[in-house]
């Protein structure tokens, strides 16, 4: 016989583009062991995850919905405009001047409008993984984050329509429009905390687990791969948040890390990949939940 030992178990997802399909294989594996979530939160993609497994509160239909979703003409279309080109020692000489012209593009179009994904775009992505459902037909409670650029407050969401929420929280700077909601301008959640924890807070958990999905940080080449500005820019922001996620953790009872490397966040062909190493992370942490949320006798 198990009895409860915590009454609420909170399970917070964390954002990292497509790092975050590991959390399904997470999922998956606290459902294979009868572990309980009494709530769930999640900031981008991990909001996302979050929210279908609370609407469907089935890993398969997750998995399913996603994986059509990701051979979608409307995400394949999308993915393509969100490429940027990375460094390749082994380019020749022709290619890497011609994928500096395309990087240069990118950067020029990005300085003409607020996101390289339309506003309409982004609604249709987010109507097709979740449909018109509102908080209100979930059948776990969930709540995602997002963060209002005018005020720099983070917003709550736990109520109204689901789509709303989503597009909020998953508003990644530059790559997806701002949400204009309510007199604010909303952005991806991920810009306060990668890992959900002080969202996580406000439902009052009894135990807590959290799901980091995000990059390691490198050892970089300073020739290959710090060539102007804006890469000493992005470099000393991973720094910056790796230290952050050090602090966020520490407050977490119990955090599910899966050794995903250092995969770029729009690595979505490595589906498979995130799926297994989220399922394997989150299994050998089973025996430290059980002991910690049951009194077995």
């Not at 506003?119 to 409670?141: N, Q, R, Y």
């Not at 969401?157 to 949400?179: H, K, M, V």
Request: charged residues 25%.
């Amino acid at each position: 016989m198990r009895l409860r030992r915590k009454k609420r178990v909170v399970l917070a997802l964390g954002a990292g583009g497509s790092r975050g399909i590991a959390h399904i294989g997470v999922l998956r594996a606290l459902k294979e062991s009868d572990i309980p979530l009494d709530y769930i939160v999640g900031i981008s993609f991990g909001a996302i995850i979050g929210a279908m497994y609370s609407l469907y509160l089935d890993v398969d239909e997750v998995q399913r919905r996603l994986e059509d979703y990701m051979h979608s003409p409307l995400f394949q279309e999308t993915k393509r405009e969100m490429e940027v080109p990375e460094p390749d020692k082994s380019l020749t000489f022709f290619e890497k001047i011609q994928a500096t012209i395309k990087q240069g593009y990118f950067y020029t179009r990005a300085l003409r409008r607020r996101s390289v994904v339309t506003p309409e775009t982004f609604v249709l992505h987010m109507k097709e993984l979740v449909g018109d459902h509102t908080f209100a037909d979930l059948k776990i409670p969930f709540k995602c984050m997002s963060v209002d650029l005018i005020t720099g407050n983070p917003i709550i969401f736990n109520e109204g329509d689901l789509c709303t929420a989503l597009q909020a929280s998953c508003a990644t700077p530059g790559f997806f429009p701002p949400l204009k909601y309510r007199g604010m301008l909303l952005v991806d959640g991920g810009v306060a905390e990668m890992i959900p924890n002080y969202m996580a807070k406000t439902c009052k958990p009894d135990y807590l687990i959290g799901v980091d999905v995000t990059r390691n940080i490198d050892v970089v080449d300073e020739e290959q791969d710090i060539h102007h500005s804006l890469d000493v820019v992005f470099r000393s922001y991973d720094i910056t948040r790796e230290y952050m996620d050090v602090y966020v953790t520490r407050d977490i009872d119990c955090v599910i890390r899966p050794d995903i490397g250092s995969y770029n966040w729009t690595n979505f062909e490595c589906f498979d990949l995130f799926l297994e190493k989220g399922h394997l992370a989150a299994s050998q942490k089973i025996s430290e939940l059980k002991k910690s949320i049951f009194w077995l006798s």
